[in-house]
């Protein structure tokens, strides 16, 4: 029960990074109101499955694609 959550909760937070892109890491954890800690662990299950994102120097957060020259 607890994984289906966890794929529901990835699904929701690559949902958000797609619409909302350049933000921070802080907003987006506080949009799904939980902690930054379990933000990044959410994300670190993102690049798992291959959702890749990169920090510009200013701490904002984009998706990266790998294929793209």
Known sequence: MARN??????????RLLLENQGERASYYAKTLQIHRYDFNTLLAMLNDRG?????DE??????FDPDQD
């Open 58 to 63: 200013n701490g904002h957060l984009w998706p």
């Open 5 to 14: 959550a966890d794929e529901t909760r990835v699904s929701e937070v690559q």
């Open 51 to 55: 959702f890749y994102l990169w920090e």
